[in-house]
């Protein structure tokens, strides 16, 4: 693989149902987020990690959780997905948390619906 | 608040010029990143501006105000590839990005 891995790529949950978005990045960036995208609006942070084994929240955490345990790999997951939790999920990563001009890279989506 | 503004969609002509503005209120500012995203696709990054003044990269260039907290980007030579949503985003102080809603470029023949 390389830059951003997602997955799954598309998915239908019932209401209610746990469920864990994987994101796997290969460019050892230290920094890397979780945001939604809902149309008409920008995208919007979800939960973020500077460094491995660290995260913190974004503008729109509640109902989500995040783990940080190695530099690779920064799932999400919704404890109790509800129908306002179907949106495009997008995992990013950066070389670092703040400096740098080189932007984030961005995995390629997840389209999930709750019904 | 954080406030990012751009127009919702604009349409232009192929082989013609486009700007496209984004004007931003925000916390702090650390750089402006404008992004590329294709209908159904990821966002992909265009070009990042620091310093006052014009960055021309091939087609496109892009340029920051910030005194008038304000910026553009300019497509040059307009190609049908070039139809997607073009994002704003501004790097706060606590370098978190904030992302205006995106600009859905039309291209006409």
């Not at chain 1, 209610?16 to 920008?42: E, F, I, K, P, V």
């Not at chain 2, 004007?23 to 265009?46: D, I, K, M, V």
Request: proline share 3%; hydrophobic share 35%; with cysteine.
């Amino acid at each position: 693989i390389a830059g951003i891995t997602q997955a799954p790529t598309s998915q239908i949950l019932a209401a209610g149902r746990r469920m864990t978005l994987r994101c796997t990045q290969d460019m050892r960036h230290n920094a890397m987020y979780w945001y939604r995208q809902d149309l008409g609006l920008g995208l919007r942070l979800i939960h973020y990690s500077n460094t491995a084994g660290t995260t913190g929240k974004g503008e729109v955490p509640d109902g989500y959780s995040v783990s940080r345990a190695n530099t690779d790999d920064f799932p999400l997951t919704l404890a109790s997905a509800v129908p306002s939790q179907t949106s495009v999920y997008f995992c990013a990563s950066s070389v670092d948390a703040g400096t740098g001009a080189s932007g984030y890279t961005f995995g390629s989506g997840t389209r999930l619906t709750v019904v | 608040g954080q406030n990012i503004d751009q127009p919702t969609e604009m349409t232009a002509t192929e082989g013609a010029i486009v700007q496209i503005n984004c004007t931003y209120q925000t916390s702090g500012f650390n750089g402006l990143f404008w992004y590329q995203q294709h209908a159904g696709e990821a966002p992909t990054f265009l070009s990042y501006n620091v310093l006052d003044g014009l960055e021309e990269k091939g087609r496109f260039s892009s340029f920051l105000s910030r005194s008038k907290g304000y910026s553009y980007l300019l497509l040059k030579e307009l190609q049908m590839k070039d139809s997607a949503s073009y994002l704003c985003a501004v790097r706060d102080s606590n370098y978190q990005l904030i992302w205006g809603a995106g600009t859905k470029l039309i291209i006409k023949p």
